[in-house]
């Protein structure tokens, strides 16, 4: 097994002005789960292929293990790739289909028969092993690809969306199936997908790319909790982080974020920031996430100084938690995360209160999160 | 003649079961000693008698053929057949067995090119004739390769026969660029019922799509591909092939970061090439300006992907991975800069030939 580096890597098309991938760097451990994410065109696929072998390098280096392997044909990098169009053999079978690299690398019959039957195994298709492409399901089809992956037994499984395909009970299945078998493996896998979900759930370290570049590496936690900037905040987590436009000030030696129908206390170490970066009087961005605004009576008696009141214009009851569509507090809609048990309704006007301690503050110029670095 | 003509002649003359073979150093000298070209005695291991036709660097490839209920007589004379060839063969000079037909068939074929001659059959004196008289598939084959070692005839054919079954072409028509015949049957599961109901271009990107990820993975990384209908080569395989090549040449400039092209899902692109450059930029000037929207990143991908799912919106979203809302804010914006509303057809017809003709000027 090895880990992946890629240093200053570019990646440039002929007659675009403009490059889709710009000065990756990116250290992958040995039996890491990296996960690469973002949305369409941000340039994750191509960072893929390029490590792949599949897409050349403009500039920069790219090792596996110790090695540079800018020039070395793909079939000798010891990777393993899934995509996601799983593109099989249609005429040749299940078996043979799993069966040709090994049989390509000149392993001997009785191995190449452990190796098929085992990966069959585990992926629990042991039954469709004489069946044609054509003759299979895409979720059937999607473990056949993956089977011809395993066999392999590489240094590094490469995998591009390869549950997109599938419909959203499939996926969630076979979600914790890769996760459990790449661990399994002990393999190092590189797993590329526009699905924040799919990212934080699988993944030992997310990768956010935006636009060509990386926005920030980190661990689901991490990624969730202190995101790096504006991007990062409203790509990740479900329903999205809300934004507010407003003012800071100081009133009686305390920090206050003012926006339209809200006037709240920043807390003291979060407002010493504040304060040390010159922010005070300046117009910011305040970042929060729908299960930071609370309706418990014990909470809200809690922070007198964060209460506010909004508009309920819808709520969405999930069973296990409600949420509200708050209208009336800032210019856009705020999203709060409450209790399946709410009685809260629409077209009432509840008090809520934030926990400030969980908010973050972005610079309106360079929308980089104020908190940090 | 070529390898397969004399397995498949051997085949039908004995009534025995035939192959060919190509072997690694090792096995080469098990079963031919030292070297290749000093044996005149068949060489019979496991029932069947092996004879070796091409041998390069140590590595032969032999024809194989059954033995049991032959008589002596009859091997001798296999064996004659299959030495006898392999003399011939070695007299081309050429790195690789077939590769002498191949290039005779390509020299040709690029000659019919060359004078536009789209239709013309394939003449007598061209020694592969008698293969392409079958339903075959034409694939072709341009690469980008920038890994080392490069690319051969004979890597590129070994992989290949392995993966259809030793019935297949290599035409070698230009410095990285290959024609691959692939025969009908094999691709398609011959005679198989459920084939009548798969939709034959479904069916041809499928194989395409199997194809370019074995060649891409376990010969060389960048390369495009392209595929067509099948063919009987004999009388169509020119115009087969004059299609290929514009398609590969069509796809480089209208499908930057794909690289796999069908010549079925280009037809507007090709009629748009078509137009004589100072008419296409006339044409453009004479549209609108849609260079603030057709020159943004992610506007550009918003409508391709919009015209991809048949200017349906729900599904567009979905595949964007944005909210509904959120497209359908851009689709406003993109009426607010230039006045087209790509919700309806006459102009989401409009745009999208504008956004043809930006991609062939060259983004002007």
């Given at each position: 097994?090895?880990?992946?580096?890629?240093?200053?890597?570019?990646?440039?098309?002929?007659?675009?002005?403009?490059?889709?991938?710009?000065?990756?760097?990116?250290?992958?451990?040995?039996?890491?789960?990296?996960?690469?994410v973002?949305?369409?065109?941000?340039?994750?696929?191509?960072?893929l292929?390029?490590?792949?072998?599949?897409?050349?390098?403009?500039?920069?280096?790219?090792?596996?293990?110790?090695r540079?392997?800018?020039d070395?044909?793909?079939?000798?990098?010891?990777?393993?790739?899934?995509?996601?169009?799983?593109?099989?053999?249609?005429?040749?079978?299940?078996?043979?289909?799993?069966?040709?690299?090994?049989?390509?690398?000149?392993?001997?019959?009785?191995?190449?028969?452990?190796?098929?039957?085992?990966?069959?195994?585990?992926?629990?298709?042991?039954?469709?092993?004489?069946?044609?492409?054509?003759?299979?399901?895409?979720?059937?089809?999607?473990?056949?690809?993956?089977?011809?992956?395993?066999?392999?037994?590489?240094?590094?499984?490469?995998?591009?969306?390869?549950?997109?395909?599938?419909d959203?009970?499939?996926?969630?299945?076979?979600?914790?199936?890769?996760?459990?078998?790449v661990?399994?493996?002990?393999?190092?896998?590189?797993?590329?997908?526009?699905?924040?979900?799919?990212?934080?759930?699988?993944?030992?370290?997310?990768?956010?790319m935006?636009?060509?570049?990386?926005?920030?590496?980190?661990?689901?936690?991490?990624?969730?909790?202190?995101?790096?900037?504006?991007?990062?905040?409203?790509?990740?987590?479900?329903?999205?982080?809300?934004?507010?436009?407003?003012?800071?000030?100081?009133?009686?030696?305390?920090?206050?974020?003012?926006?339209?129908?809200?006037?709240?206390?920043?807390?003291?170490?979060?407002?010493?920031?504040?304060?040390?970066?010159?922010?005070?009087?300046?117009?910011?961005?305040?970042?929060?996430?729908?299960?930071?605004?609370?309706?418990?009576?014990?909470?809200?008696?809690?922070?007198?100084?964060?209460?506010?009141?909004?508009?309920?214009?819808?709520?969405?009851?999930?069973?296990?938690?409600?949420?509200?569509?708050?209208?009336?507090?800032?210019?856009?809609?705020?999203?709060?995360?409450?209790?399946?048990?709410?009685?809260?309704?629409?077209?009432?006007?509840?008090?809520?209160?934030?926990?400030?301690?969980?908010?973050?503050?972005?610079?309106?110029e360079?929308?980089?999160?104020?908190?940090?670095? | 003649?070529?390898?397969?003509?004399?397995?498949?002649?051997?085949?039908?003359?004995?009534?025995?079961?035939?192959?060919?073979?190509?072997?690694?150093?090792?096995?080469?000298?098990?079963?031919?000693?030292?070297?290749?070209?000093?044996?005149?005695?068949?060489?019979?291991?496991?029932?069947?008698?092996?004879?070796p036709?091409?041998?390069?660097?140590?590595?032969?490839?032999?024809?194989?053929?059954?033995?049991?209920?032959?008589?002596?007589?009859?091997?001798?004379?296999?064996?004659?057949?299959?030495?006898?060839?392999?003399?011939?063969l070695?007299?081309?000079?050429?790195?690789?067995?077939?590769?002498?037909?191949?290039?005779?068939?390509?020299?040709?074929l690029?000659?019919?090119?060359?004078?536009?001659?789209?239709?013309?059959?394939?003449?007598?004196?061209?020694?592969?004739?008698?293969?392409?008289?079958?339903?075959?598939?034409?694939?072709?084959?341009?690469?980008?390769?920038?890994?080392?070692?490069?690319?051969?005839?004979?890597?590129?054919?070994?992989?290949?026969?392995?993966?259809?079954?030793?019935?297949?072409?290599?035409?070698?028509?230009?410095?990285?660029?290959?024609?691959?015949?692939?025969?009908?049957?094999?691709?398609?599961?011959?005679?198989?019922?459920?084939?009548?109901?798969?939709?034959?271009?479904?069916?041809?990107?499928?194989?395409?799509?199997?194809?370019?990820?074995?060649?891409?993975?376990?010969?060389?990384?960048?390369?495009?591909?392209?595929?067509?209908?099948?063919?009987?080569?004999?009388?169509?395989?020119?115009?087969?092939v004059?299609?290929?090549?514009?398609?590969?040449?069509?796809?480089?400039?209208?499908?930057?970061?794909?690289?796999?092209?069908l010549?079925?899902?280009l037809?507007m692109?090709?009629?748009?090439?078509?137009?004589?450059?100072?008419?296409?930029?006339l044409?453009?000037?004479?549209?609108?300006?849609?260079?603030?929207?057709?020159?943004?990143?992610?506007?550009?991908?918003?409508?391709?992907?919009?015209f991809?799912?048949?200017?349906?919106?729900?599904?567009?979203?979905?595949?964007?991975?944005?909210?509904?809302?959120?497209?359908?804010?851009?689709?406003?914006?993109?009426?607010?800069?230039?006045?087209?509303?790509?919700?309806?057809?006459?102009?989401?017809?409009?745009?999208?030939?504008a956004?043809?003709?930006?991609k062939?000027?060259?983004?002007?």
């Amino acid at each position: 097994m090895a880990g992946v580096r890629l240093e200053h890597i570019f990646k440039k098309y002929p007659g675009s002005d403009k490059a889709t991938v710009m000065d990756i760097n990116l250290d992958i451990k040995d039996k890491e789960f990296l996960v690469l994410v973002g949305p369409s065109g941000c340039g994750k696929s191509t960072t893929l292929r390029m490590i792949a072998g599949l897409e050349e390098i403009s500039d920069g280096k790219l090792y596996i293990g110790d090695r540079v392997v800018n020039d070395v044909a793909p079939k000798d990098r010891d990777i393993a790739m899934v995509f996601q169009s799983y593109a099989l053999y249609p005429h040749m079978s299940v078996y043979q289909n799993m069966a040709f690299g090994l049989k390509l690398r000149k392993v001997k019959k009785e191995e190449i028969d452990k190796k098929v039957r085992e990966a069959a195994r585990i992926l629990d298709i042991e039954h469709l092993l004489e069946r044609k492409p054509k003759a299979l399901s895409g979720g059937q089809r999607q473990r056949v690809a993956l089977g011809r992956a395993i066999v392999r037994d590489p240094q590094v499984f490469l995998m591009d969306e390869p549950l997109s395909n599938l419909d959203a009970k499939l996926r969630g299945q076979m979600r914790a199936e890769i996760t459990k078998l790449v661990k399994r493996l002990e393999t190092t896998c590189i797993y590329v997908t526009h699905d924040q979900t799919e990212a934080m759930t699988m993944g030992d370290r997310i990768v956010v790319m935006y636009d060509g570049i990386i926005q920030q590496a980190a661990s689901p936690e991490e990624l969730y909790n202190e995101p790096t900037n504006l991007f990062v905040a409203g790509f990740i987590g479900s329903p999205t982080m809300n934004f507010i436009n407003g003012t800071l000030s100081e009133v009686n030696g305390a920090v206050r974020f003012r926006a339209q129908n809200l006037d709240v206390e920043i807390p003291g170490g979060k407002a010493t920031i504040l304060r040390n970066k010159g922010y005070i009087g300046k117009e910011v961005i305040m970042g929060l996430r729908p299960e930071d605004v609370h309706e418990e009576p014990v909470f809200l008696e809690a922070s007198p100084n964060t209460i506010f009141t909004s508009l309920v214009d819808v709520t969405e009851n999930l069973g296990h938690e409600m949420l509200l569509y708050l209208s009336g507090v800032g210019t856009g809609t705020v999203i709060a995360r409450v209790d399946g048990r709410s009685t809260t309704r629409e077209g009432s006007k509840p008090k809520l209160a934030i926990d400030m301690n969980k908010i973050h503050i972005f610079d309106k110029e360079t929308e980089l999160n104020v908190f940090l670095g | 003649m070529d390898s397969e003509t004399l397995r498949h002649s051997l085949e039908q003359l004995t009534g025995k079961r035939t192959g060919i073979k190509q072997l690694g150093r090792q096995h080469t000298s098990a079963l031919f000693g030292l070297t290749t070209q000093q044996e005149n005695e068949p060489v019979v291991h496991e029932g069947k008698m092996w004879v070796p036709i091409f041998e390069n660097e140590g590595r032969a490839t032999a024809i194989w053929m059954e033995l049991e209920g032959l008589t002596p007589t009859e091997v001798r004379l296999a064996h004659y057949a299959a030495h006898n060839f392999a003399i011939a063969l070695k007299a081309t000079g050429l790195k690789e067995e077939g590769e002498a037909e191949a290039r005779q068939l390509s020299a040709w074929l690029n000659a019919q090119l060359e004078q536009e001659k789209n239709d013309a059959e394939i003449p007598e004196e061209v020694t592969l004739k008698g293969r392409l008289f079958g339903e075959m598939v034409p694939f072709l084959l341009v690469s980008e390769n920038v890994h080392q070692p490069q690319m051969t005839y004979r890597s590129l054919m070994k992989l290949l026969r392995n993966y259809f079954e030793n019935d297949v072409l290599l035409i070698p028509l230009q410095d990285k660029e290959w024609l691959i015949l692939a025969r009908k049957e094999l691709l398609t599961g011959g005679d198989d019922k459920d084939d009548e109901e798969e939709n034959p271009d479904e069916l041809l990107a499928q194989t395409c799509m199997g194809l370019h990820e074995l060649i891409a993975s376990e010969w060389v990384g960048v390369f495009h591909l392209s595929v067509a209908q099948a063919i009987i080569p004999v009388k169509g395989l020119t115009g087969s092939v004059a299609l290929l090549k514009e398609t590969i040449m069509l796809g480089r400039i209208f499908q930057v970061g794909d690289y796999i092209h069908l010549p079925w899902e280009l037809h507007m692109e090709r009629l748009v090439n078509s137009i004589p450059d100072h008419k296409r930029r006339l044409l453009l000037g004479q549209i609108g300006d849609y260079s603030v929207v057709l020159g943004d990143k992610e506007m550009l991908l918003t409508l391709e992907t919009f015209f991809e799912m048949d200017c349906n919106v729900s599904e567009t979203a979905k595949k964007l991975y944005i909210h509904r809302n959120t497209l359908l804010y851009r689709l406003d914006k993109i009426k607010q800069e230039t006045g087209a509303d790509v919700r309806s057809f006459g102009d989401a017809a409009i745009v999208k030939l504008a956004m043809l003709l930006y991609k062939v000027t060259k983004r002007k």
